[in-house]
């Protein structure tokens, strides 16, 4: 098997920061996924189990079952962005359609 | 909160050790095991520390830094890629209990941030808080700080350069020109500025303006690194900044 097709989408935020998303596709099911960028966030650890949450979720259905997973994933955590907004996020998730 | 802080005097660290003794002391404060803890300290190697969450791969050039025995280091904390140059900046550590600092993030910056401006200002240099992260002067990049926090404890770390290599670090960053630009700047050594170019001071007495003014107005004691947070910083060296897993893989 190899590997899936690879997707990049990223943003600059209104502070300054940059934001990218890193999807692996695979039958047409997100295989990997990373968030990454000069940002901060807290709790630190919850950045990548925010991409993870992305796994499993069908390329078609970022901007809807994506973006519900991600929000779920921030909100589990509360989790806080600083230099970079949840809806930077977001809308990486359109970008990467 | 009122408690002791701890001051530890500079030293030359390895870039691993450097790092890692941040993480124990932050360990030992979240266990009770010591107070807040301030530390100045520098390089004994050329090192690039780059983000937590940055893709080594889009911030440095890995070549050119194994070229130069430059060594790659992933920070706990966020924020950007950094070159770490043995004689040419001093770095500093505030390690606390959160209730100490601001419970925002950007005052707590600010706070930390105004610390080093009032050291800067006690040697003629103007220089201005820029949120998020960064000490301007003129409007150039003087310092870059990073904050993380963890089990009740707050790690601010950052330079503040007192001269750039900029041959150095043209060839092992690779800086985000769209965001140069967008601030006017065409290229990295424009967008950073150091202390040597506002003022005659050594580094040595740019050391002890920090140390003055980051100590004002706290009760404060000489200390040391206790034996167990040196092992537990060793073990963490090991364990993380001297891994490739850690520092090359997201």
Known sequence: MGRGALMRASRRSASGKEVALTLEEKDGLVAKAALSGDFFAYPEEAVASLARSLIGIPMMALSTEGKEAVRASAEEVDLLFVGITLEDVLALLEDAK | ?250
């Open chain 2, 1 to 250: 909160m009122k408690q002791r802080w701890r001051f530890l005097g500079f030293q030359m660290a390895e870039p691993a050790l450097a790092l890692a003794v941040d993480d124990a002391i932050a360990e030992a404060i979240s266990m009770g095991e010591i107070g807040p803890t301030i530390r100045f300290y520098g390089w004994q190697q050329p090192a690039v520390s780059i983000g937590r969450y940055q893709e080594v791969g889009r911030v440095v050039d890995r070549t050119e830094c194994q070229r130069r025995g430059v060594s790659v280091l992933r920070r706990r904390t966020g924020g950007g890629a950094v070159l770490h140059a043995p004689t040419g900046e001093i770095t500093y550590s505030v390690i606390a209990p959160e209730g100490m600092l601001p419970h925002d993030i950007i005052l707590s910056y600010q706070e930390i941030c105004g610390w080093m401006i009032s050291g800067l200002r006690s040697l003629n240099v103007e220089a201005a808080f820029r949120p998020i992260n960064d000490v301007v002067v003129a409007g150039r990049k003087i310092s870059g700080s990073a904050q993380g926090r963890r089990q009740g404890v707050l790690l601010q770390h950052g330079t503040i350069l007192h001269s750039i290599d900029d041959e150095m670090m043209e060839a092992v960053l690779r800086p985000d020109l769209q965001k140069l630009q967008a601030r006017g700047f065409s290229h990295l050594g424009e967008y950073i500025t150091s202390l040597e170019q506002h003022s005659p001071a050594g580094r040595q007495e740019l050391l002890l303006a920090l140390a003055e003014a980051f100590l004002r107005g706290k009760e404060w004691y000489r200390g040391e690194l206790t034996q167990d947070e040196a092992a537990r910083a060793e073990s963490i060296s090991q364990e993380r900044y001297l891994s490739d897993a850690w520092n090359l893989q997201l």
